[in-house]
Structures are given as structure tokens and as C-alpha cells.
């Protein structure tokens, strides 16, 4: 990996540059890619339209990106021009696969020398015998095994004439060359496309009375321009008569209900019988679509057939057996637990009341369902690919969610109770704002539903996720009823009322038994957080959760019935305190882009990595070992530690000591050691390790690794 320098002489010394070539393309130099702007023509004519290109000239593996990256960010022009002038989009050239040093796929772009043209529209209005000065600010990300973002403000200067132009002695060429060899279309090829759920089945012919080309399938490579196929998948190429027959996976991030495949397909041996045309233009609609071998979902419009399930009507009559389903769910059923709590309580109450219990929390479930569907509208206008239960990826709702649900265990297990004027869990269900507890719960059930999975409910929710705005609108409703139906029937029918049993001593131990469960949800929760966050942010979400848990203790335990109105006052705001303590501490937070790796140790390894030169850090460790935790979240918590160990390559080794493990016990009593932490530091041309001590600081670490 190299290191970038920018000397503070640089800029000065460039535009030097740029005033002793008035005349010339400026060059600008950014580390890795140098940028210039040329021209086809030596002079511009008023009217007519000149042919200039970005200019990039990529060191030796370094690399950047076409118009769809993969991964990266495609190169971009600004243009500031004179009144009247005008430039096009860049006309990109049929990219490359571009790859990392392990071989792996790593995104689409451009190597060596590459020239970008763009069109610039002169206006009649020109003054021959001027010059115009053309301006464009470039973009670019560069990459090795390293990334970099590359800008320059480019100028590239020309005269105006009134005659003919002369081609540009050393860039005309090139240019032409590069404008012949875009991609287009060949009518002596036809390309069609079809699609299922996994693939899009690609076929190029020749077509009729055409004589056979016979590009290498080996050779043939696809590259979509707006993500649809997925860029680091392997794509199946076979001969199929004198055409070719490709398989392309579909991307993850592809956006549902697209209708045609978009972007260029290559042959290093060309097109044309004179080996020309490397890049093919696709731009075809899908065909039908491929019967799929798993169960088909629904289709989406355009992709080829109506929805497996008999039309609109039989995707609601699923969406609605569904959502009855969903109530047997067990992230479902513990907060519907809190509702069947709540019929308990009304069974002796006036039958209205509970009528009105049950259409409020019917309500609530329906304008959660239909919130949901509109935010799931918007964010696929916007071109986000979404799946049911999309908001379980984001780990801060995950724990938002986890800590909810650890209030309302802890409420139903009596460690505290809402004041009188609040909404109770079983308490106050029959006073005015008995209805907003009714309500809640029917959101608090849609928002615990969505991740859960039911049959007959995948074939609805995909027609949901596929079909127009109104139609989605619709299948969310009839999940809605389905999820609700039991509770609201429950409170129509008297008679399904007075089989529930009287109020009793008996309800105050059904509904601490009925916290069980929502402790298991939480359990669930932590164990879905568990994989979206690092090791250390799982423990501090645990003890975020511990400190929720302590904030509605001191609530419960200095605001219970009787007591002052300064000790309530002192249980409301030390609560509040140590409750919002507990939200920051546990809030999941992203891993840096440049946190460590580990990899496990073993002798072996150390003896590789140290052959090859390497330094190597060494960690041994365990999960009870606290002294560890605090060391790991000290040291590689410091952006200058992480910045050290990225820019000097440092090779991190974990041996984890968590389980017994007879080599690392053997190791550390070859260093007299029986107890960890213990880490050390193998230096290049040293015998024996830098043997840190048991408690760090980033200061010792980066002493250590200077030698100093």
C-alpha cells in the first residue's frame, strides 16, 4: 500500500504550470491518475460541435470507475463554459472487470490510458480570432489496494476560427479511435432477455443472412449500467448455435418491477469479422419470464404473467388468512398477550366499552399497516429494494425495540406502574385513556408482526412489494384485518366475552407470567443485534439494556402509590437520567472503515507472516477477561492507533482464550505467563517479541511498534 504526500509546494508549483502553457492541455497530476483535458481539433468554428476527452493516464494497478462502479464512484465532469457554449454527458467506453490482488471482483472501470469524450456545442455567436477557454472540474475515485479520492480543475484553451478546422496532430486519432469503438447496437446481432427470480437469461444471435462471428464465450462479459445484474457473480457463458447463451445472477440491490436489461456486453475479440465493436449495446425489454423451479411469488408488472395466486382477489384472500396466522407468531403473541389482559379486566365492563376497546385497537393495527405501506411506497419510488421487515436491519431499531419490550416485561413483572393518569398494561383500561393503551398495542403488534413470516403470507407480501401504490395498498389492509379480526370479534360478541374468566387475585400472577415472554422477545432481539454489531457493541447494548432496566427501577422504586411529591419528583428525573444514560451507552455505532481485523492466531501463522516481513500484533484474549474489553476498546478506539496499523500494514492475531485451548495455554507458559491479557509485537529482523504490558494505553502501543 502506498503512502500519499501533498507537500504544500504543490499547488503553487502547479499553477505555475498552467501559466507557461496558455496554449496546451493543463495537466494536473493527483498521485496516481494524472488528468488533462485534450481536443480533436486545433481550432473551434463558430456553429459547429468539437470532440474534447478527458485524458486519464492510471499508474501501474491503479484503477477507476465507469458509469455503474460495483463498488467505487464513477468519474464525473463539471463544466464551466462561456455564454452559449455547451458540453454533453461523457461518452463512456466499454469498461473492464476490474479486480483486487486476491482476484476477487471489485468493481467496473478503467486501467492505463483512457480517454472519455464529450461533445461541446459552439455557438454561432463565436468571435473568430478569439479564444475560448473551456473549464471542467473532474472527479474521481483511484484505487489499488488502497482508495483515493482524485479531483483537478482541468482548462484546456483553443482559438476560434472562421475556416475549416485542422485535426489535432497527436489527440485526433486517439480520439476518433476511441468515439469508433463505443458501445452500440449492431443490427447483425440480436439480443433478447428474459428473467426469473434468480437470473436473467441473456441470448445474442446473429442475426439473418449475417455471417458467423465467433467471439471466445469465454470471452463475453455483461455489464449493467443500472445495477440489475449483480457485478461480482460468476456469469455463465454457453455457445449456442453460432450465438451465445449468457446466465447472469440478479443483484441484491436490484430494483423490483425493472422491465428492460440496460448496459454493454463485451468480446475481447470483437463484434465485427475485423475484430472491432469490443462493447454490444443492450437495451431490451424483458421477455416472459422463466418458470422458476422453487414456488412462484408474485410477478411483477411487466416482468412477464400475473400473480400465482389467481389475481388480486386471491392475494388479499391469502394476505388475510395471513394476518389471522401471524397472531400465532411467537414475536407476535407475547404483546398480544398484553391485549388478551385487557379483555380479562373489561369481561365485567358495559358492552360498549368493550366494543370500542376492540375497533381502537383494530384502528391501531390498520394505521400502522397502512404507515408502513406508505413509507415502504416512498422508499421504492426512490429506488431502495425493500423486503418485509426491512426496518429489523437497522440496529438501531433492533435495540430500540429490545429496550421497549424489556419496559414492558419489567412493568408486567411489578418492578414498577405507570401513574394513575397514564395508559396502564392491564390497569386503567376502562378509563378515557384506556383507549390510547388499546391503541398502542394495536401498533406495538404491527411493529413486532413485520419481521415474522406466516404461510400464505410470502405470496402477499411479495405482490404487495411489486404491484401499483393502491393495489399494495389494499393487501396491507387485508393483513391488517387478518391481524386484528380475533381481538375485534372478541369485543363484538358479548357472549365471547363472558367465557373469559372474572377478575381475581388470579390476574396479578397471569400477567407477571405473561412478562416471560417478552423477556424472550428481548432475548430474540439481542440475539439479532448480535450480527449487526461488533462484539464490543453487543456488550455495550447489554449493558444499555441493564441501565434501561435500572432507570424504570428507580421510577417504580421512588414513585410508588403514596409516596411524596419530592421523592416522586426524585424517581421521575433520576429515572429519566439513568434511562437515557442506558440509550447512549447502548445505541449500536457502525464500525469505522478502518477498524481492525482480526484473524486467528496460531504458530504457523506468525511464522508466515513474520517470513514475509510483516509486523505482527499478537491478542491474547478471552470474553470474561474485562481487563481485555477495556484494553481493545482503549487502544483500537484511537483513530491515531488505527491510522498506524493501516498505513504500516500491521497484521492483527487473536488467540482466544475464552474455551480452553492447550496451544495458546502452551504458548503463554513458553512467556512464563498463565493469565491474560497478554500481548506482543513481533518486529521485522527481531529475534523475540515486544511483550506489552497487561494494561494499555494507545501511547505504549505506538511506542512498541516505533521501537521506542
Not at 475515485?141 to 472562421?162: R, Y
Not at 412462484?296 to 392475494?315: E, F, R
Not at 369481561?347 to 366494543?355: T, Y
Request: aromatic share 10%.
Amino acid at each position: 500500500m502506498k503512502a500519499l504526500s501533498h507537500p504544500w509546494w504543490r499547488a503553487p508549483l502547479a499553477l505555475g504550470f498552467v501559466a507557461l502553457a496558455a496554449a496546451s492541455p493543463v495537466l494536473a497530476q493527483e498521485s496516481h491518475v494524472q488528468a488533462s483535458l485534450v481536443s480533436s481539433q486545433e481550432s473551434i468554428q463558430p456553429g459547429q460541435s468539437v470532440t474534447v476527452a478527458l485524458r486519464f493516464v492510471h499508474d501501474p494497478h491503479w484503477h477507476t470507475y465507469w458509469i455503474n462502479p460495483g463498488t467505487g464512484v464513477a468519474t464525473t465532469l463539471a463544466w464551466t463554459l462561456p455564454d452559449g457554449y455547451s458540453a454533453g454527458d461523457i461518452q463512456w467506453p466499454a469498461p473492464l472487470v476490474l479486480k483486487d490482488h486476491t482476484g476477487t471482483v471489485s468493481g467496473n472501470g478503467y486501467e492505463g490510458e483512457t480517454l472519455f469524450p464529450v461533445t461541446i456545442k459552439v455557438p454561432a455567436s463565436a468571435t473568430p480570432g478569439s479564444t475560448v477557454k473551456l473549464v471542467a472540474a473532474a472527479d474521481w475515485l483511484m484505487c489499488d489496494e488502497m482508495c483515493v479520492p482524485g479531483s483537478a480543475q482541468l482548462t484546456l484553451t483553443l482559438p476560434v476560427s472562421a475556416e475549416a478546422p485542422k485535426p489535432d496532430a497527436r489527440w485526433a486519432a486517439k480520439i476518433q479511435a476511441v468515439v469508433a469503438a463505443l458501445p452500440v447496437a449492431d443490427p447483425a446481432w440480436v439480443v433478447s432477455a428474459t428473467h426469473d427470480a434468480k437470473n436473467v437469461t441473456l441470448r445474442v444471435m446473429p442475426a439473418a443472412g449475417q455471417p458467423a462471428n465467433a467471439p471466445a464465450p469465454g470471452d463475453l462479459h455483461f455489464f449493467s449500467e443500472d445495477n440489475y445484474v449483480a457485478y461480482d457473480l460468476p456469469q455463465a457463458v454457453k455457445a449456442d448455435g453460432h450465438g451465445y447463451v449468457l446466465t447472469l445472477p440478479i443483484s441484491p440491490d436490484a430494483t423490483a418491477g425493472t422491465k428492460r436489461l440496460v448496459g454493454v456486453l463485451t468480446a475481447e475479440k470483437g463484434w465485427r469479422p475485423d475484430g472491432s465493436l469490443r462493447g454490444l449495446r443492450v437495451d431490451v425489454e424483458f421477455g416472459a419470464a422463466q418458470a422458476a423451479a422453487a414456488p412462484k411469488a408474485p410477478s411483477a408488472p411487466g416482468a412477464g404473467g400475473t400473480a400465482a395466486t389467481g389475481g388480486l382477489l386471491g392475494t388479499l384472500a391469502l394476505a388475510l388468512v395471513g394476518g389471522l396466522i401471524l397472531n400465532l407468531m411467537p414475536c407476535v403473541f407475547p404483546v398480544l398477550g398484553i391485549k388478551i389482559l385487557g379483555f380479562v379486566n373489561q369481561s365485567g365492563s358495559e358492552k360498549a366499552k368493550v366494543v370500542g376497546h376492540g375497533l381502537v385497537f383494530a384502528l391501531g393495527v390498520l394505521l400502522s399497516f397502512w404507515v408502513l405501506a406508505g413509507l415502504l411506497a416512498l422508499l421504492r419510488q426512490g429506488g431502495a429494494q425493500l423486503g418485509w421487515g426491512f426496518q429489523l436491519q437497522s440496529p438501531g431499531f433492533v435495540f430500540t425495540l429490545a429496550a421497549l419490550m424489556l419496559v414492558f416485561a419489567l412493568n408486567m413483572s411489578g418492578l414498577f406502574e405507570f401513574g394513575l393518569s397514564a395508559t396502564g398494561v392491564g390497569s386503567g383500561l376502562q378509563a378515557k385513556s384506556g383507549f390510547a393503551g388499546s391503541f398502542f398495542t394495536g401498533v406495538l403488534a404491527t411493529v413486532v408482526a413485520t419481521p415474522c413470516s406466516a404461510p400464505f403470507l410470502a405470496p402477499a407480501l411479495g405482490a404487495a412489494l411489486a404491484l401499483p401504490v393502491g393495489e399494495s395498498f389494499l393487501i396491507f389492509t387485508a393483513i391488517a384485518i387478518g391481524l386484528a379480526l380475533p381481538y375485534l370479534l372478541l369485543s363484538i360478541f358479548p357472549q365471547a366475552v363472558r367465557v373469559l374468566p372474572r377478575p381475581g387475585a388470579w390476574m396479578e400472577t397471569f400477567k407477571q407470567f405473561m412478562a416471560f415472554p417478552l423477556y424472550a422477545t428481548v432475548g430474540y432481539l439481542v440475539w439479532v443485534l448480535a450480527g449487526q454489531t461488533t462484539e464490543n457493541g453487543l456488550l455495550m447494548a447489554l449493558f444499555g439494556l441493564v441501565l434501561i432496566a435500572m432507570g424504570v427501577w428507580f421510577y417504580g422504586r421512588w414513585n410508588a402509590p403514596g409516596a411524596s411529591a419530592r421523592r416522586a419528583r426524585f424517581g421521575v428525573v433520576a429515572g429519566a437520567i439513568v434511562l437515557l444514560a442506558g440509550g447512549w451507552l447502548g445505541w449500536p455505532q457502525p464500525p469505522a472503515a478502518n477498524d481492525v481485523t482480526w484473524e486467528k492466531w496460531s504458530p504457523e501463522t506468525v511464522a508466515k507472516l513474520r517470513a514475509d516481513g510483516r509486523i505482527v500484533y499478537v491478542d491474547f484474549t478471552a470474553r470474561w477477561c474485562a481487563t481485555c474489553q477495556a484494553n481493545k476498546r482503549l487502544v483500537f478506539h484511537s483513530q491515531e492507533v488505527l491510522d498506524y496499523f493501516r498505513d504500516k500494514k500491521i497484521v492483527t492475531l487473536r488467540g482466544d482464550w475464552t474455551n480452553k485451548d492447550p496451544h495458546i495455554t502452551a504458548e503463554l507458559a513458553a512467556y512464563q505467563r498463565s493469565a491474560v491479557p497478554f500481548n506482543l509485537i513481533w518486529l521485522p529482523g527481531k529475534s523475540d517479541p515486544v511483550i506489552l504490558p497487561e494494561l494499555l494505553t494507545p501511547d505504549t502501543v505506538l511506542r512498541a511498534l516505533k521501537g521506542t
